[in-house]
């Protein structure tokens, strides 16, 4: 009986290390999807709305451009976000999320990098 509560205790710490893992706020979701959407359709402003001066000063409307038409002909039949979650960089949140489009194509995976509510990194890997 004492192995049974043992290992219930066990599943139970890790089902809910798990949830906590799979949780980020409604701010970074819909953060993360303004960025998809700008990116998707190529809306440079729309783009950096959030982004603070380091990432406003070194993205161009040309490397949305680019990325916009590699991501936008798969983007265009569905995707589905999967949060996968967090890691703590150099004073970042750094949000991770996989990408699997319903054309078939490469998943991708997005990462999204947070520091005092600005976005100082998004990258489609």
Sequence with gaps: MNKLIKTITIVATLLSSVSAFAEHDQK????????????ISNNYNDFITDCDAGMKAAITKPMIEGVSRQIEPHAKQGYDAQYLGELNQKGYQVYLWKLKFKDGSNDILATLSIKDGKVGGFYLH
């Design 28 to 39: 970074t979701e819909t953060i993360f999807t303004n960025l998809m959407a700008a990116t």
